[in-house]
């Protein structure tokens, strides 16, 4: 396995490129199996889950074209409709081919993705509000099996909670329904949007894009064609590495950026002293003379992202007071506090708030990544402890950062990739 040795950094300089988003890749090969052409994404990310996404599709008979950053995906041979435990328990968003699978041929069978490292993770929303559009859905060994002989209803969907997949996978269950479909409380990440942008330009008419009520009118089981399309950058890539800039003091700029969709941490930021120049697609943040404590709550879009939680708490240990994170979203997404309190962070728990008293002097150490944000916060610690810190089981980090050593590196980070 390999490992990322990092010693401590002076400033970082110079630029980042932003890949394209994780999070709107994956809904959007989902949502190939919607379509009876070859679809063309442009500006993938080159990250294991898309790589893993991409195989499940293959297993099902999907034509798979993959270049370095981009892939044409033909769905139209597609014979399987099983999405199987070995490739589910490896990337739990897997669960996003239910929807498609189910509308398009009426049965599916997915693995339960189970839970993960931050927390338990249940599908139960996905399920009821395909079972409310008309399917049958048993849970059988582990398996999920939906069956809709008739095709999915459209009707009336209220999610108890918000939840990103969970919307993604019944906006493209609704693309190919009977009828139309209304969603109250839908999830309005700009991953949804692009899903939902992407769908209305193929001919899936979508109402509510972007707010919490969507409306979709059916095809009635009609595939779609789609034109290619680009995916939208990585905003919390971006996020990362614009605190890679604020815990190095650096001046460091990020491309290829959409800074409309940061809004809420680049506020925090600011609270927390950093200033920034804004352009159409590029931020540059600026050195400050001290990093503010800060307080965090965690919510859905456009509040302040739970994916940048552990980025924001590992900043927070060399803020100039105490701050306090709260994370609502997740039961379990504080893992990276214990590495952090090894490097020698004063954190303390109660239940699901932190508070992170600075500025502490970090101290290198073998560290051990737990998930994927929480490998990201170890690394930007590592960029400012004293000595060498070594970020071991990295995989998680590369199941969302694509090229993440190379692009600190880059600017001046004094990283490397190593094997154990
Ligand atoms: C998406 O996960 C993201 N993953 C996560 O990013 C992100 O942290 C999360 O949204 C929240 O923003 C992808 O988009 C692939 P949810 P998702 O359904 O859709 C509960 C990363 O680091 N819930 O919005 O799985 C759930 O337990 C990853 O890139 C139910 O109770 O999250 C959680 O408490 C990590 N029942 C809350 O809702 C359900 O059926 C939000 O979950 C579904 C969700």
């Known amino acids: 396995m390999d490992y990322l040795k990092i010693l401590k950094n002076k400033q970082l300089n110079g630029e980042i490129r932003i890949s394209g988003a994780k999070n709107a890749s994956l809904p959007l090969i989902a949502m190939t199996i919607l379509a009876k052409n070859n679809v063309s994404m442009k500006n993938l990310p080159k990250v294991a889950d898309i790589n893993t996404l991409l195989k499940l599709l293959s297993n099902l008979g999907a034509n798979i074209d993959k270049q370095e950053h981009c892939v044409v995906v033909n769905t139209t041979a597609l014979h399987e409709t099983k999405a199987t435990y070995d490739i589910v328990k490896t990337m739990r968003a897997s669960i996003l081919v239910l929807g498609p699978i189910l509308a398009r041929f009426g049965h599916c069978e997915v693995s ?31 398996y999920i099996e939906a069956t809709a002989p008739n095709g999915l209803q459209g009707c009336e969907i209220i999610f108890d909670k918000i939840t990103v997949t969970g919307t993604a996978n019944i906006v493209m269950a609704a693309a190919l329904a009977h009828g139309i479909t209304n969603i109250t409380n839908a999830a309005r990440e700009p991953e949804v949007v692009q899903l939902c942008e992407i769908l209305n330009a193929s001919g899936v008419k979508i109402d509510g894009i972007g707010t919490a009520v969507l409306t979709i009118h059916g095809t009635n089981g009609s595939l ?94 060399q803020a100039d007071g105490v701050s306090i994170i709260e994370e609502r979203l997740f039961e379990n997404r504080f893992m990276h506090v214990s590495e952090l309190q090894r490097m020698g962070a004063d954190i303390s728990l109660n239940g699901h708030t932190a508070t992170v008293n600075g500025k502490s002097e970090l101290s290198g150490t073998d560290v051990m990544a737990t998930d994927l944000r929480a490998s990201s916060a170890l690394v930007l ?40």
């Open 381 to 420: 610690a590592g960029l400012v402890a004293n000595g060498e810190t070594d970020v071991h089981r990295i995989y998680h980090l590369d199941r969302g950062y694509d090229a993440l050593e190379k692009k600190l590196g880059n600017v001046g980070a004094n990283i490397q990739r190593l094997k154990e």
């Open 112 to 142: 339960l993705p189970g839970g993960c490292a931050i927390g338990q993770r249940p599908v139960d929303l996905h399920l009821k509000a395909l079972q409310s559009m008309g399917a049958n859905i048993q849970i059988k060994g582990g």
């Open 224 to 317: 779609i064609n789609i034109n290619e399309f680009a995916v939208i950058p990585d905003r919390i890539e971006a996020g990362t590495y614009l605190c890679a800039g604020a815990i190095t003091n650096s001046e460091l700029t990020i491309t290829s950026v959409e800074p409309k969709h940061l809004g809420a941490v680049l506020s925090k930021l600011e609270e927390m002293g950093s200033t920034f120049t804004l352009k159409e697609d590029s931020i540059t943040i600026h050195p400050s003379k001290t990093i503010k404590p800060v307080k965090i709550v965690t919510q859905e879009y456009p509040a302040f992202p739970t994916d940048m939680q552990a980025q924001f708490m590992a900043l927070a240990t």
